[in-house]
């Protein structure tokens, strides 16, 4: 008689443990967070104080020719974007982590995309933002700080040993490890092979019962004869 498991079971993924560096307490992994942290922080101090003077200069609002602030030019739109960006970064250090260095790198690309789209804009109705060529400057160093900074810690070629990206890294790129393929050794395992084989002979000419078929179904990603017979001898337990 053929002994069919009664319900399926998780079992358990055969993957490497991975160190986010948002748990991790490293010395480097506390260095990256506070790079991090305090580089969205610094930025959006910088923003937050050249919108609030354009707010404080009572620029027009929609002004294509705008006016001077800290040796920039800007309007009223112009003042809303970057307290709005700086409310951004805010939240992104507070959060910290990953979330702080994806912030900056988001952030800092859209500096630089604005910089090359006012490029083209300037001295024209497009120009919404009062952009002059120094706000182009200003964008692009922008753009280029935060992105120096949201990716500080995570792309080198010789990050250090307790750096948590390179644990993410390594983690990522090495498949996940299989279990042996081992010959049946015990009685029992012999046995589950044995009805792995009926049940499998049973679904194929379409008389298998809902046990069985329930067993091949949780053994369907499973390579490896050891691993299917774990499986199997796991779900004949319950």
Do not use: C
């Not at 959006?44 to 001077?68: C, E, H, K, N």
């Amino acid at each position: 008689m053929t002994t069919a498991p009664t319900r399926p079971s998780s079992t358990a993924a055969h993957s490497r443990p991975r160190l986010h560096e948002d748990v991790a307490e490293t010395p480097t992994a506390r260095r990256v967070k506070h790079v991090h942290r305090l580089g969205a922080l610094t930025v959006a101090a910088v923003l937050a104080v050249f919108g609030l003077l354009g707010f404080v200069g009572g620029l027009d609002y929609f002004s294509t020719d705008g006016g001077q602030v800290a040796g920039l030019s800007s309007n009223g739109l112009l003042s809303t974007v970057s307290l709005l960006t700086a409310a951004v970064l805010v939240a992104g250090a507070a959060k910290g982590g990953r979330v702080a260095g994806i912030v900056m790198t988001g952030v800092g690309t859209a500096f630089l995309l604005s910089a090359f789209w006012h490029l083209f804009v300037l001295n024209t109705q497009l120009n919404v933002l009062a952009f002059a060529m120094a706000n182009v400057v200003f964008s692009i160093v922008v753009g280029l700080l935060l992105l120096t900074l949201g990716l500080y810690g995570r792309v080198s070629g010789n990050l250090p040993e307790d750096n948590p990206y390179r644990a993410n890294l390594e983690a990522g790129l090495q498949p996940p490890q299989e279990e042996p393929d081992l010959p049946a050794r015990t009685p029992q395992e012999r046995m589950a092979e044995a009805a792995i084989r009926e049940a499998e002979i049973a679904v194929a000419e379409h008389r298998a019962t809902a046990a069985q078929l329930a067993g091949v179904e949780a053994m369907r990603g499973e390579r490896t004869k050891t691993g299917r017979r774990r499986i199997w001898m796991e779900l004949t337990t319950h």
